[in-house]
């Protein structure tokens, strides 16, 4: 089983930008064949699907999220990041990454720890 981590959440005023890291750590093979998938979940609410990209490059988004956030991969590093830009009070979570295709979160058994957003003036 490949274990990610994610990071570099943290405290933005509305309108600012934040880069989220996802890692890969252990597992036999190349981050470079998996699909990585981006979800959120904020206080009270179901975790939500926000972006994937997949391993040929193929970026899709929310439509929350479409034309505010960006999804790119540096497979030499092992590492998917997710650009936020013109981030807005609703994008207040605990954003996670994993590896799939599937946007339906109940589809996934394993979890890292995430890495928390907060948007706030």
């Known amino acids: 089983q490949v274990q990610l981590v994610e990071s570099g959440g943290g405290l933005v005023q509305p309108g600012g930008s934040l880069r989220l890291s996802c890692s890969k750590s252990g597992g036999i093979f190349s981050f470079s064949i998996y699909d990585i998938i981006w979800f959120r979940q904020a206080p009270g609410k179901q975790r939500e699907w926000v972006a994937s990209?997949?391993?040929?490059?193929?970026?899709t988004y929310a439509g929350t999220v479409k034309g505010r956030f960006s999804i790119s991969r540096e497979d030499a590093k092992s590492t998917a990041y997710l650009q936020m830009d013109s981030l807005e009070s609703e994008d207040t979570a605990v954003y996670y990454c994993n590896t799939g295709r599937s946007v339906v979160a109940s589809t996934y058994l394993w979890w890292g720890q995430g890495t928390q957003v907060t948007v706030s003036s």
């Open positions: 990209i997949s391993s040929s490059g193929t970026s």
